[in-house]
């Protein structure tokens, strides 16, 4: 054997070895991360156990599981919304989250939250919430209103140069 068919066969050998140690290391985090996440989907643990928090949601007529978990990940009441993806897929509760405005608290676990929103609120059995509603479509019922009447003749007032002047604010900006 000569000594370069033996140097390359020890950089061949060597590079094998790291390869595989590379491979080794890669699968070995992707089976503990899928260790963790498994561990969650079942240990159902709360946000905040200790200082829990009330927040208010309200889940239109249509969403979907994903809109429902973003948000509740969005508020602070979940921490992953792909691990409550997977709880709900998992729960007796699948598919029959109800549209609503729910009180969720950060103390409850996913299975409390689902088995609320499965339920539906007492606000929600004769209306539902709206899938989407511009401000201006939100509004629209309150158009005739003595809040609009004052507010038309406020704006009215100011308008004429009738109404409270506004002091200008010298030596600002200088």
């Known amino acids: ?30 089976v503990t991360q899928a260790y963790e996440f498994g561990y969650k989907v079942f240990a159902d643990e709360p946000m905040s156990a200790n200082n829990p928090k009330t927040i208010s949601v309200g889940i239109a007529e249509g969403e979907s599981v994903s809109d429902v978990a973003d948000m509740l990940q969005e508020k602070g009441l979940i921490a992953d919304a792909k691990l409550f ?33 499965s339920e539906g609120s007492e606000e929600s059995s004769d209306e539902a919430v709206p899938m989407s509603t511009s401000p201006a479509d939100q509004y629209e019922e309150y158009d005739d209103g003595p809040a609009e009447e004052y507010s038309n003749g406020l704006i009215d007032d100011i308008e004429a140069g009738e109404g409270e002047e506004i002091p200008d604010d010298e030596g600002e900006g200088e």
């Open 1 to 30: 054997m000569n000594v370069k068919s033996l140097i390359a066969s020890v950089i061949e050998t060597i590079l094998k070895v790291v390869l595989l140690a590379l491979a080794i290391s890669f699968l070995l985090k992707c």
């Open 85 to 117: 993806r997977v709880q709900e897929l998992l729960s007796a509760y699948h598919d029959k989250i109800k549209p609503g405005y729910y009180d969720l608290s950060t103390g409850m676990t996913a299975s409390e939250m689902l088995q609320i929103m």
